[in-house]
């Protein structure tokens, strides 16, 4: 299981919002470039990157800067979401040294656009689910669905997606807790592997979460984000990945 050190960004800067609210930002860096070096340096393997602006606004707001990351950086692995609704932005993202995109916003709302890309860029899809009270969440969170994150899965099941970033929207920066129910019920129901996200605050809940995927023998979480809880200094990057050695 995968560690994996979070950099949002909102006008170029490294942030984090509170519930996905933009207005409710902290900022911890305003060279998101040199915080991608920190993690690099600290052994991290792979990173999550999310252009916040472009989630909301619908296209890429901060490609510059995650060029400068991906072109910098290229012994790491990199995941990048946000505003990726368009065959060209995917193209350019994969073309120019992105490992993965994340696909959230056009998973709900247009299927196709997820079936085409698998096609062009096999394994290298990540379905991102962000769930509120229990139903996914679109267009940077703002909008709203009636599809449930299980049932959002059985559309792209056996498709070569390489894995499902699972966020439950209420604990997201608030350091509340993971919700490891919900991410573990998911898991058990799909057979592609779940990456956590949203509210880690301690390293006992990565020890949990890698756990209990163990225990449940067929639950295959591959990895957890962390954001607020790094930042903040709740635990380190080394200490995270101490913690779960025994798991590996």
């Known amino acids: 299981m995968q560690v994996i050190p979070a950099i949002d960004l909102k006008n170029g800067k490294c942030v984090r919002l509170r519930e996905g609210k ?3 930002e902290t900022i911890f860096s305003t060279s998101p470039l040199d915080v991608a070096g920190s993690w690099f340096s600290q052994g991290a393997e792979w990173l999550h990157i999310v252009d916040l602006d472009g989630a909301f606004q619908g296209s890429p707001k901060n490609r510059t800067i995650i060029q400068e990351i991906v072109t910098k950086y ?4 990199i995941q990048i979401g946000g505003g990726i609704r368009t065959l060209d932005v995917a193209k350019s993202y994969l073309e120019h040294g992105a490992s993965r995109i994340v696909i959230g916003t056009h998973a709900v709302k247009k299927p196709e656009f997820v079936f085409d890309l698998c096609t062009k860029f096999p394994d290298q899809i990540i379905l991102g689910i962000d769930s509120k009270d229990g139903y996914v ?3 940077g969170w703002l909008g709203s669905s009636n599809i449930t994150p299980k049932d959002l899965l059985k559309t ?3 498709l070569p997606i390489s894995a499902v970033i699972f966020t439950d929207i209420s604990r997201d920066g608030m350091m509340a807790g993971l919700n490891i ?5 998911l898991a058990k129901n799909t057979s592609f592997p779940i990456i956590a996200s949203g509210g880690i605050s301690s390293i006992e809940e990565i020890q949990k979460i890698a756990l209990a995927s163990n225990l449940a023998g067929q ?3 591959s990895g957890v984000i962390c954001g607020r809880s790094l930042y903040e200094g709740a635990f380190s990057f080394s200490e995270a990945m101490k913690s779960i050695e025994e798991f590996q």
Do not use: P, V
Request: hydrophobic content about 30%.
């Open 137 to 139: 969440k679109t267009d």
């Open 156 to 158: 792209y099941e056996g």
């Open 219 to 221: 639950a295959r979480i």
């Open 22 to 24: 933009m207005n409710e």
């Open 181 to 185: 129910e919900a991410t573990l019920e």
């Open 74 to 77: 290229k012994d790491l692995s």
